[in-house]
């Protein structure tokens, strides 16, 4: 990736030294390029030509204002699954008429928000969500914009715990159920039908999953459309996975063309939700290495990140590259497996790594860009980390790392 030279046998990230953003910032502490972010978003908003689409940005796989302002300054849409990613959108300068909210859970309090707000449309995933958002809706006096979201029924051949496609997961509407629930939504007063939805899981690296989808997809506009329902939206999801180490998921521009291909002749807008295909590998988290130990025949760096920090590794044995940030420093290299400070054995961010290493290295852990920061906690009671977004030679400090009074900021002790 070209934003990521070595210069000076430093790493930077576009013209920025990552050393510096260290010393600067601390660590650990996240660090995002702008053109990274910015390239892969035109990727697919490019891919669709002239024809009529959006894209929606996933705000779950990186929900940090700054960056959500970079993608609104380019015009994105943004798929939310809360009131809380909604309102981040509106402070980020995004556009509610743009917005998507997709989510199994929607609470009624949430869809008066967006209905407000005037949200581009609502992603109803059951009949008991569309009846509550039709009364929701009423109340207000306004008319919601509905498009189900339809199982289809794909295996996109991912980790379990990110497959949502599935008959027997809990997301979505039944393909079999979904033309007797658009009928119903077709006669409540307070939903307008404007399209169909769906999203099949994440990291998703082979194309067959996103074709067989767009196929169902447009089949079940075409079933709708002789029904006499007006469809104006195709909703296909994100999903589209990265490279991470060997593997080779299609270019955005690849997978566009085959959802294209699937919709071809059809006067469907197209939106697309991708989220870490836009971020993850826009973003590396710094961190610095306290400690090398040896128990036994085993090699350890202990670092200042830990899962609190980066939870991927623990919750999908997710492999990042893990990179020195100073290259040739003339340590010798061993096989390390890299953890952090936590009282968990799955507190690690990889392991047996061959790295050459002494203790108070920097390291970079590569394609962190999303649900890196998002999924951060304070487990253990430690801050979150500090969030840089690098743009050319500058850089932006987009979210002071936590102080420690943070932490306890909302609590209160008994009388
Ligand atoms: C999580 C999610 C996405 C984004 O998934 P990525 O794998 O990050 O592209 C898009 N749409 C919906 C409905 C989601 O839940």
Redesign the pocket.
């Known amino acids: 990736m070209t934003e990521y030279p070595y210069r000076d046998r430093i790493l930077h990230m576009e013209s920025v030294s990552l050393a510096d953003v260290a010393s600067r910032f601390g660590t650990p502490c996240y660090v995002y390029s702008r053109a990274a972010i910015e390239r892969q978003w035109h990727a697919f908003d490019a891919a669709f030509g002239k024809r009529t689409h959006l894209v929606c940005y996933?705000v779950?796989?990186n929900s940090t204002l700054g960056v959500l302002q970079v993608l609104a300054r380019l015009g994105s849409g943004f798929?939310i699954?809360s009131v809380g990613e909604l309102e981040r959108v509106i402070a980020a300068g995004g556009a509610p008429a743009r917005t998507v909210f997709?989510g199994v859970g929607k609470r009624a309090d949430e869809m008066r928000r967006a209905l407000e707000a005037g949200i581009r449309c609502f992603?109803v995933e059951s009949e008991s969500e569309l009846r509550r958002l039709d009364k929701v809706a009423g109340s207000l006096g306004k008319i919601a914009p509905v498009a189900l979201r339809v199982n289809p029924d794909v295996d996109p051949g991912t980790h379990p715990y990110i497959s949502?496609g599935l008959r027997e997961n809990k997301f979505g509407i039944a393909r079999e159920e979904a033309l007797r629930i658009y009928h119903e939504a077709g006669r409540l007063a307070h939903v307008r039908v404007t399209g169909v939805a769906c999203?099949v899981g994440?990291?998703i690296v082979t194309l067959a999953p996103f074709q067989d989808t767009a196929a169902r997809m447009a089949e079940l506009v075409r079933e709708l459309k002789r029904d006499g329902l007006v469809v104006d939206h195709a909703d296909l999801?994100?999903?589209?996975g990265v490279r991470h180490a060997a593997e080779q998921p299609p270019e955005p521009a690849i997978l566009v063309q085959a959802l294209c291909d699937a919709f071809a002749g059809m006067e469907v807008e197209l939106h697309v939700?991708?989220?870490?295909?836009i971020v993850a590998n826009a973003g590396m988290l710094l961190t610095r290495v306290e400690y090398l130990k040896q128990n036994g025949m085993k090699h350890f760096a202990v670092v200042d990140a830990a899962m609190n920090d980066l939870l991927r590794p623990a919750l999908y044995q997710s492999w990042h590259d893990i990179v020195p940030v100073q290259a040739g420093g003339g340590a010798p290299e061993r096989c390390y497996d890299v953890v952090g400070p936590v009282c968990e054995s799955a507190d690690f961010l990889g392991l047996n790594r061959p790295l050459a290493i002494a203790e108070g290295d920097l390291l970079a852990v590569r394609s962190v860009g999303?649900y890196g920061a998002t999924m951060a906690s304070n487990y253990n009671s430690r801050s979150r980390p500090a969030e840089v977004l690098v743009d050319g030679a500058q850089t932006w400090e987009i979210r002071r790392r936590e102080a420690l009074t943070d932490l306890w900021a909302s609590e209160k002790l008994v009388q």
Request: overall charge neutral; glycine content about 20%; cysteine-free.
């Open positions: 996933a779950k796989a798929d699954v997709s992603n949502t999203h994440s990291q999801g994100g999903g589209l939700e991708p989220g870490r295909a999303a």
